[in-house]
């Protein structure tokens, strides 16, 4: 959902499939990385990005079996990290261009799961 600076006008930016949840602006404002259900099973989440403008989405990551997570914009605006828990139950951080390709794994040990951008 959105509203105004108020708390009026609220409206909802999914279609109301699914689960939506982690959402995070682009530093411009324009868009919102979150992740969602819609078209897999429950509790199978993968990062999307929808243009707030236009309310127009792009799926950036397919894995089912798992879950994609918690995605947060690079402050350049050209990246988005997020979590991914396969089935195993051991989560890692990947990161990604904002148009969901170039995915790397960035952690290898332990459990991780809330990434974050730092700035100098």
Same mark, same amino acid.
């Given at each position: 959902?959105? +509203?105004?600076?108020?708390?009026?006008?609220?409206?909802?930016? *999914?279609?109301?499939?699914?689960?939506?949840?982690?959402?995070?602006?682009?530093?411009?404002?324009?868009?919102?990385?979150?992740?969602?259900? =819609? $078209?897999? &099973?429950?509790?199978?989440?993968?990062?999307?990005? +929808?243009? #707030?403008?236009?309310?127009?989405?792009? &799926?950036?990551?397919?894995?089912?079996?798992?879950?994609?997570?918690?995605? #947060?914009?690079?402050?350049?605006?050209?990246?988005? #990290?997020? +979590?991914?828990?396969? =089935?195993?139950?051991?989560?890692?951080?990947?990161? +990604?261009?904002?148009?969901?390709?170039?995915?790397?794994?960035? *952690?290898?040990? $332990?459990?991780?799961?809330?990434?974050?951008? $730092? #700035?100098?």
């Amino acid at each position: 959902y959105r +509203m105004n600076a108020e708390g009026l006008n609220i409206e909802r930016l *999914t279609d109301g499939t699914g689960e939506a949840s982690n959402p995070s602006w682009s530093p411009d404002g324009q868009h919102i990385a979150f992740a969602w259900t =819609r $078209g897999y &099973q429950a509790g199978e989440f993968n990062i999307f990005v +929808m243009d #707030v403008g236009s309310l127009k989405y792009q &799926q950036l990551t397919h894995n089912t079996g798992g879950k994609n997570e918690n995605p #947060v914009w690079a402050p350049d605006g050209k990246h988005i #990290v997020f +979590m991914r828990t396969p =089935r195993s139950g051991i989560s890692q951080i990947f990161s +990604m261009l904002a148009d969901g390709t170039q995915v790397t794994q960035l *952690t290898t040990q $332990g459990n991780n799961k809330y990434p974050v951008w $730092g #700035v100098k």
